[in-house]
């Protein structure tokens, strides 16, 4: 449903463009676009387990970046047609769609179900804790690279390191690198397990920090590479010790919230901005701020999580 409901509304502004319509539609859009957030997140936590759930995980991470590449050149080539071409873009659910129909099967999960009936038939206090300390890391991971992805423009020429065209090569950096993280996920849970989020979250701000202070183009370069392969594998494990510890009957209502959390983060970053902004309107301290708020939050959230362990 929240598939045909995105790629329905997606694509409306390219047959009808009133103001009242396509406002309408982007509501729609924006209720299935949150109807399938969590779910192509859970689906992978429902139906698999242990290390085959954590290379979905992050194949799942790698894929998201891919995808909007795809789209976001798609986007590209449509606009030679005019902007209301651009919709067409949206088009591309249509095909997960059918894809989804015809190859994700549904009696496993059914049974999983059932031996599972005797567990939780809700979410305790404990669960809900856990998912409120994941869903605030979630807020600011994404929060701060939505941030310094609208910021990073503007400091590369305050600082003279480059222009709106170099930007542009930066942040595209900065997006593909997530393929990678996707990829060595599974590798990266092996070896840190549950302080994975600890050290991705401390290597993100990190990353903020060095593009903060780089006095060349390449540490700017090198500053995003660190900062987006954190941020991708930061994100992903927040669903991942989800998956891990909320029941599997349980997993589409958590996950719901901890998407919800990254939505939050999203939806307050002008906020954030603007309330930095009142202090300085220097780039360097913005995202200096920044690197130095999610490294304390990432320091402060797996406290709270060892004390539940």
Known sequence: MGLLILSLSGTAPFWYQAYP???????????????????AIS??????????????LGLRGSAEVVGASLITLAVGQLLAFGWTATFLAYSA?????????????????????????????????????????LAIEAAVVVCTNTAITIRIPSLMVERGL?????????????????????VSFSFLISIFKEKLLLWSGITFGL?????????????????????????????????????????AKLLNQATSFAVLGCSFGAFTTPFVLGAIGLMTHNGMLVFTILGGWLIVTSIFVMYLLQKRT
């Open 93 to 133: 659910g249509f095909l997960v769609l059918t894809l989804y129909l015809l190859f994700v099967p549904y009696g496993k999960e059914k049974k999983e179900v059932k031996k599972k009936a005797k567990e939780a038939s809700r979410l305790t206090r404990e669960m809900k804790g856990l998912i409120f300390i």
């Open 43 to 56: 689906i992978i936590s429902e139906r698999y387990q242990g290390k085959t759930r954590i290379q979905m």
């Open 207 to 247: 990353g903020q920090i060095v593009i903060a202070l780089a006095p060349s183009l390449w540490v700017v370069v090198a500053g995003s590479i660190l900062a987006g392969f954190a941020y991708s594998v930061a994100l992903t494990t927040v669903f991942q010790l989800v998956s891990e510890r909320i029941p």
């Open 162 to 182: 480059g222009d709106a065209q170099l930007s542009s090569f930066v942040l595209s950096v900065m997006q593909l690198i997530g393929i990678v993280a996707g």
């Open 21 to 39: 319509f396509v406002f309408g539609t982007r509501i729609l859009f924006g209720l299935g676009l949150g109807m399938i957030n969590a779910k």
